[in-house]
């Protein structure tokens, strides 16, 4: 595929790699029986196949040691609302390729774990959004997180200190998923 190739190069072209954090992600919802197959297929290649790829070439450039991060979403383990179903698929597999890369790379001490954020103040998903008084209601915590929150957190596994944490989920969401 060309966006696969093109996202390998890039990896390849950046030169050794200490950490790897793949960030990005797309959102498609609805019913699963109207949704678009080919947006559900784009969503699909964002979110899962990138990060796998995309963690598979940056760990053949990492040296012993390296971090490989990956962004996913604390609806990989609790889905309140109807309308996800695809979405969800998609961050769920992302922990189960953080449990397996995390055992295929241990051995060159590679750590590989999942953030998993809640509700956070982007522009995918404003504070102030026609959405956020919906996603609130559930949380223990009756505010948005912040991109430096989530930002501290990938900070901290990148660390030599987090030198320990593989295969894991880290979920940082004000308690939505409690």
């Known amino acids: 595929m060309r966006a696969r190739d093109e996202l390998i190069a890039a990896i390849r072209n950046a030169g050794p790699i200490d950490i790897f954090v793949y960030n990005a992600g ?3 919802f609805g ?21 796998y790829f995309g963690s598979v070439e940056a760990s053949r450039l990492m040296p012993e040691g390296g971090r490989i991060l990956v962004i996913g979403s604390d609806t990989a383990d609790s889905m309140p609302f109807p309308g996800l179903a695809a979405y969800v ?3 769920a597999a992302m922990q189960g390729m953080a449990r397996g890369l995390a055992r295929d790379l241990g051995p060159r001490e590679i750590t590989v774990n999942v953030i998993q954020p ?5 522009d995918m998903n404003p504070a102030d959004g026609p959405r956020a008084a919906g996603m609130l209601e559930p949380m223990a915590i009756k505010r948005y997180g912040t991109a430096d ?11 030599s200190q987090a030198r320990g944490i593989t295969g894991a989920m880290h ?3 004000g308690g939505f998923a409690a």
């Open 89 to 91: 698929l998609t961050k």
């Open 149 to 159: 929150e989530v930002a501290s957190l990938t900070l901290y596994l990148a660390g």
């Open 171 to 173: 979920t940082i969401d």
């Open 26 to 28: 797309l959102l498609v």
């Open 31 to 51: 019913d699963p029986l109207t949704l678009d197959a080919d947006d559900v297929d784009r969503m699909i290649n964002v979110n899962v196949r990138g990060a």
């Open 118 to 122: 809640g509700p956070t103040d982007t």
